[in-house]
């Protein structure tokens, strides 16, 4: 029978912090951890994602999942509302509600742009962690787990290096350049045939 107690690997994982370069990725850390797991655990570790599948792995990712569905389907009611379309394609089943978090994505909304209303949802979703990883779940399974959705959060707001931010002005530098020498093919070449020679 396996000691679903990991206080020791717990405590000794560094700090997460949402808008700080998190330690490790969460590649890494489903590594450090899989020597300490049963191969269940270790699987539905790596299964753990910020998108709700509708398989959690433990408590924790079931009260994960059940409040982010929530989450995204007052998203996508707001945005069908703006558009003046219904929703419901859009929307997922429910398992729980949480009416306190509607006034919380109202606000959220109203920030002034797109960058800044993300980061105050993610914010929303940090502090749901908390929820998550509450007592009883400090040192088991589930810590594991709820540390893992901090490293997924935290790794969409780590502040790029100057490197990966030449490299991707590069990337699309390219681009531009070669949709520019396609589209100028495709103009010489439907001038050529207007204008045989």
Do not use: I
Not at 76 to 83: C, E
Not at 143 to 149: C, D, I, S, T
Request: glycine share 4%; aromatic share 6%; proline share 8%.
């Amino acid at each position: 029978m396996t000691v679903d107690n990991h206080y020791f690997l717990v405590s000794s994982l560094p700090l997460v912090r949402l808008g700080s370069a998190p330690p490790f990725t969460p590649e890494a850390f489903d590594a450090l951890c899989r020597p300490h797991l049963t191969s269940a655990q270790a699987a539905g570790l790596e299964a753990v994602s910020l998108l709700p599948n509708g398989r959690p792995c433990c408590d924790a990712d079931r009260r994960w999942q059940a409040w982010e569905t929530y989450l995204r389907n007052l998203l996508a009611r707001a945005r069908a509302a703006r558009a003046g379309e219904h929703p419901q394609e859009h929307l997922r089943h429910e398992d729980d509600v949480f009416p306190a978090v509607r006034r919380q994505v109202e606000d959220a909304l109203t920030a002034a742009n797109p960058a800044a209303r993300e980061r105050a949802l993610d914010e929303l979703r940090w502090r749901r962690l908390d929820d998550c990883g509450a007592p009883p779940h400090q040192f088991d399974f589930d810590a594991l787990v709820v540390y893992r959705l901090r490293l997924l959060l935290a790794a969409r707001w780590a502040a790029p290096r100057p490197a990966d931010g030449r490299e991707r002005l590069d990337r699309l530098a390219r681009r531009a350049v070669e949709q520019a020498r396609a589209a100028r093919r495709v103009a010489q070449a439907e001038a050529d045939e207007g204008h045989p020679h």
